[in-house]
Structures are given as C-alpha cells and as structure tokens.
C-alpha cells in the first residue's frame, strides 16, 4: 500500500542518514588529526559548505551576497578578502522581478565580465522538486549556489518555518548543494521582532 510504501522509503532514509555513532576518550579525541578548512571567502564562505546569511528586510544581504559571487567569477575582493576559489556561479533568485536582478548584476559590473563569465540564473526554485537544482548542478558544476530567497523557494511547502519537517527541507537542500563540491548561500528574511 502507499502507506507500507512512505514508511519503507522512510526507513530507508533514516538508516542511509544515521551517522556513525563513536565514542573517544577525551585524550584520543583531542589527538585526532585535525582537518583545516579550505575557504571561499576567507573566515566567511568555507568550501563545500551552505550558510545562511539572515538578517532583517533592506538590510543588504543581496548586495553582500551578489559581491561574494563577483569575487568567486573576477578573483577581486571582497571585505577585504581575496576568494581562495574562483570558478562558475549558480545564481537562484526568486525574490525579485527579473528586472530588478538585471538592474542588480549590471550596477555590481557583473555585464563588464566576460561574456561567457561562468555565471547561470535561475529564476525559480520550489523546494519540494530539488531534482531540478540537482540536474543544473550535475551539469553545470558551479563553485557557489546562491538562493536568494529560502522563503520564496519555499512557499509552497506547506510547512511552517517552525517545523522539524521545514529544517529537513532545509538540510536535504545544504546537503544537495555539498554533494556537488559547491559552497552556499541561503539568504533568509528574519520577521521584525515586536520588542
């Protein structure tokens, strides 16, 4: 039955996600070899990592995230930081007009780069069909996913952002995103707080 069916696949799931439980004494744990980060953006980005760039409405976060693309595609800096990785830019931007994105990338200089400056738009994304950010990403292979925004990928989840089954979105999303090797970065509206 379909149900029989939705707890198979969910059983499945789990087991497939289930990290590897082990125990360390303090001393051999703090004996590991430890693994440094490599970096996009220095301090900021690290490689193969999604993070979530969340402040308040107007305050800048898609300005701060066009920059990083710039410098991902130009080799410039960016707060004062050289990338450690150039390459392609995947560039999701559903929160906006089209035009206000083009107005956006041509007041960055995004249209002073090389024509074929590596950089792709998308200008939808819905959360519940990753499989269509998967394919761009097994085809494209960029270095850096911007999302801009996780409330408009998101609308028709039906979840509240509260909701565990929203955060499990959320992390088959960062995890989609690290399969490929890119870095990225999920801008989210934070609501105003009444106080």
Known sequence: SNQDFALLCEALEKSNATPLVTTFSLNTFLNQETQGLNWVIPGILPQGETILLAAQAKTGKTLLALDIAFAVLSGSQVIGENPMTTGKVLL???????????RRLRARGFDLLDPSSNMKIMTALDINHLQVLEQELEDFRPQLVIIDS???????????????????????????????????????HENKDKE
């Open 92 to 102: 999701i931007t559903s929160d906006e007009s089209q035009n206000t994105t083009r």
């Open 150 to 188: 996780l409330t408009s990928i998101a609308l028709n989840c039906g979840f509240s952002e509260k909701d565990v089954e929203f955060a499990k979105l959320v992390y088959r999303l960062k995890d989609l995103v690290g399969k490929y090797g890119a870095s990225g970065i999920l801008i989210h």
